[in-house]
């Protein structure tokens, strides 16, 4: 099994940043792509970012060059920094685990408010 958690979401000026962080622990070894989605009121989880074990990346068009995907391997987390920040980001932002074998982990999401 996997566990993830995420932290870093918080309140933020339209215009502003925050960085994101997903720290992964349990059957590390088995995650093939780590990535961040979001859920805003009444709407469907999307898909914000990807990255896989070797480096790809894949965004959202509504995000693409705002925010980046990275990912530190030694301390088993990914991070999300969200640049130009804008009210239509709030959302609570989910990390997900996708494992070898198709089995997938979410966390518990972190909560990030755009204010205009």
């Known amino acids: 099994q996997v566990q993830v958690v995420e932290s870093g979401g918080g309140l933020v000026q339209a215009g502003g940043s925050l960085r994101l962080s997903c720290a992964a622990s349990?059957?590390?070894?088995?995650?093939?792509?780590m990535g961040w989605y979001r859920q805003a009121p009444g709407k469907q989880r999307e898909l914000v970012a990807a990255?896989?074990?070797?480096?790809?990346?894949n965004y959202a068009e509504s995000v693409k060059g705002r925010f980046t995907i990275s990912r530190d391997n030694a301390k088993n987390t990914v991070y999300l920094q969200m640049n130009s920040l804008q009210p239509e980001d709030t959302a609570v932002y989910y990390c997900?685990?996708?494992?070898?074998?198709?089995?997938?982990?979410w966390g518990k999401g972190t909560l990030v408010t755009v204010s205009s």
């Open positions: 997900k685990a996708d494992t070898r074998g198709g089995i997938y982990y």
């Open positions: 349990g059957s590390i070894f088995s995650i093939t792509v």
């Open positions: 990255i896989t074990t070797s480096g790809s990346t």
